[in-house]
Nanobody
Framework: QVQLVESGGGLVQAGGSLRLSCTAS??????MGWFRQAPGKEREFVAA????????TYADSVKGRFIISRDTAKNAVYLQMNSLKAEDTAVYYC???????????????WGQGTQVTVSS
């Protein structure tokens, strides 16, 4: 059974940093990604990484501030979030795809989400 478990969310002041973690169990994946959903808004893509580590991609809104990384030994993916802004406030979801990392990657599995709140 595949499970994705996120951790690391919380409350932080604007300009601060948080690191989200996602541990996958059940199998390995071709692509791991992070999405977020703010109140009243649609879920949006944040970042993704191929399991090989060769490909990373970011939403323009987080480029230069967020870093996605992975630990293949732990079957885990991380999202280091720096210079946080109030508009980064959202529930962040870890997602996993069996396929390759492309702009149209279809994600097969989702975590339960972790709340990130940035106070201004």
């Amino acid at each position: 059974q595949v499970q994705l478990v996120e951790s690391g969310g919380g409350l932080v002041q604007a300009g601060g940093s948080l690191r989200l973690s996602c541990t996958a169990s059940g199998r390995t994946f071709g692509t791991m990604g992070w999405f977020r959903q703010a109140p009243g808004k649609e879920r949006e893509f944040v970042a993704a990484m191929s399991w090989s580590g060769a490909i990373t991609t970011y939403a323009d809104s987080v480029k230069g501030r967020f870093i996605i990384s992975r630990d293949t030994a732990k079957n885990a993916v991380y999202l280091q979030m720096n210079s946080l802004k109030a508009e980064d406030t959202a529930v962040y979801y870890c997602a996993a795809a069996l396929g390759r990392t492309t702009p149209t990657t279809a994600y097969n599995y989702w975590g339960q989400g972790t709340q990130v709140t940035v106070s201004s």
